[in-house]
């Protein structure tokens, strides 16, 4: 079974604070996923990794950043957190060129 | 742009009834996938079920079923027998080459009541 964990499940951080959030999969997949989960929005793309050392952004990149040294893990980086980065966020990793992804269990981030 | 539209933000059903949760969807792309997720509250987000749109016949996963209609760029949810379990959150999903990343609806929250 394909396994992604995600070193939080639930976050309290300060306005301005840098907010590191891991995700670990251990598949060996390519392709790794940062979204950002909303009521009434669904899902939205932040960033993805096609491989190591490589980012795209997705379609709502302004105040995170990513980093990928290693295959298995992919980090979201919050610069400095505010208020409005409130919510969930949800890795998923897949292999290259496939079309299904799998998730993590999520983390709940609340920015005070 | 593709979009995915689930028109029903709460559903609910009665355990060992049928429900179905409705998906549209928009694109000009011919070959592309169809995905249903569950996320049951506070745990993983799973796959429950994936079309590929070149394939005529509905997918099936035991008692989840999908009635894809290609023409009207539907691709709905059955879900039979419905059981407490079931109670989570499904967000349709579309893939496409074009793009090569998953578009979501804003997902369908649906109760089972006992």
């Known amino acids: 079974d394909v396994k992604v964990t995600q070193s939080s499940r639930y976050l309290v951080k300060r306005t301005g604070e840098k907010v590191f959030l891991e995700c670990v999969q251990d598949?060996?997949?390519?392709?790794m996923f940062w979204y950002r989960q909303d009521p009434g929005l669904g899902l939205r793309l932040i960033y993805f990794?096609?491989?190591?050392?490589?980012?795209e952004k997705g379609d709502i990149p302004e105040g995170y950043s990513v980093s990928r040294e290693k295959k298995e893990r992919f980090s979201l980086i919050l610069e400095s957190a505010s208020t409005n980065q409130t919510s969930m966020y949800l890795c998923?990793?897949?292999?290259?060129?496939?079309?299904?992804?799998?998730f993590g269990p999520g983390t709940r981030l609340l920015v005070l | 742009a593709q979009t995915v539209t689930q028109s029903q933000p709460e559903m609910s059903v009665q355990e060992a009834e049928t429900v179905t949760l409705s998906c549209t969807y928009d694109t000009s792309e011919s070959d592309y996938y169809l995905f249903w997720y569950k996320q049951p509250p506070s745990r993983q987000m799973i796959l429950v079920i994936r079309?590929?749109?070149?394939?005529?016949q509905n997918a099936t996963e035991n008692r989840f079923s999908v009635n894809f209609q290609k023409a009207a760029k539907s691709f709905s949810l059955k879900i039979s027998d419905s059981q407490l379990g079931d109670a989570a959150m499904y967000f349709c999903?579309?893939?496409?080459?074009?793009?090569?990343?998953?578009?979501f609806g804003t997902g369908t929250l649906l109760a089972v009541q006992p």
């Open positions: 079309q590929e749109a070149y394939k005529q």
């Open positions: 990794s096609y491989d190591v050392k490589m980012k």
């Open positions: 999903a579309y893939y496409g080459g074009a793009t090569n990343k998953l578009i």
């Open positions: 598949m060996d997949h390519e392709n």
């Open positions: 998923a990793s897949r292999v290259a060129g496939r079309e299904t992804q799998y």
